[in-house]
Nanobody, 127 residues
Framework: QVQLVESGGGLVQAGGSLRLSCAAS????????MGWFRQAPGKEREFVAG????????YYADSVKGRFTISRDNAKITVYLQMNSLQPEDTAVYYC????????????????????WGQGTQVTVSS
């Protein structure tokens, strides 16, 4: 199994940037598709970004495309989410997640397809 711990959240003004990190444990980290989700108060958990096991394929929600970048370093067993040009609408708890198997478009847009989750980190963007 994989254990995931997010960090890097905080309070930032609109237009600012944050980099979230997800530190993983487990020898089989490189066998997992990884994703970032977020959940704002009163809303369902929402897909943000996903990355394949090798890091060669990435996918983004339309709302963050061009502003956010997902990456992974399998040697450091860490996945990142670089967030630029942050907006108040980005305010949410951000979760790192791991899914068993190969990245599959559409499938890994669904939070129900992920097997392991971090505890979440709060991102608050002020106007």
């Amino acid at each position: 199994q994989v254990q995931l711990v997010e960090s890097g959240g905080g309070l930032v003004q609109a237009g600012g940037s944050l980099r979230l990190s997800c530190a993983a444990s487990g020898r089989t980290f490189s066998t997992y598709t990884m994703g970032w989700f977020r959940q704002a108060p009163g809303k369902e958990r929402e897909f943000v970004a996903g990355i394949s096991r090798s890091g060669d394929n990435t996918y983004y929600a339309d709302s963050v495309k061009g502003r956010f970048t997902i990456s992974r370093d399998n040697a450091k067993i860490t996945v990142y989410l670089q967030m630029n040009s942050l907006q108040p609408e980005d305010t949410a708890v951000y979760y790192c997640a791991a899914a068993v198997g190969i990245w599959t478009p559409v499938v890994h847009l669904q939070y129900t397809q992920y097997n392991y989750w971090g505890q979440g980190t709060q991102v608050t963007v002020s106007s």
